[in-house]
């Protein structure tokens, strides 16, 4: 593969992926369980967490260790479905780039 062939395969992988964080950077996901909710980006940052009535009433019951594994487990489940459609997403468009 000559200097030109690299270069010219450099620049289509780069392409690629900017492709791929284009299409990552439009997810968005909510994941409601408790009384909280928490929405994550395709980047994997939280854009948004709402606390309701049902799980702020965990804590005025003293039950802060209940409140923070429900927090836990919500984050988890959104970073699982994020991580999942990242995942759909760079294998379909590998396999449209072949």
């Not at 000559?2 to 270069?7: P, T, Y």
């Not at 003293?62 to 999942?84: D, H, P, S, W, Y």
């Amino acid at each position: 593969m000559g200097f030109i062939d690299q270069i010219k395969q450099a620049n289509q992988m780069r392409k690629e992926a900017k492709r791929i964080q284009s299409e990552i950077d439009k997810i968005v996901y909510t994941h409601r369980n408790g009384g909280i909710a928490v929405t994550m980006k395709g980047d994997f940052s939280v854009s948004q967490i709402k606390i309701e009535e049902e799980a702020l009433a965990e804590v005025r019951a003293g039950k802060t260790e209940r409140f923070e594994t429900m927090l836990k487990t919500v984050i988890n489940a959104a970073c699982a479905n994020v991580r999942q459609q990242n995942q759909q997403i760079v294998q379909q468009m590998m396999k449209d780039a072949k």
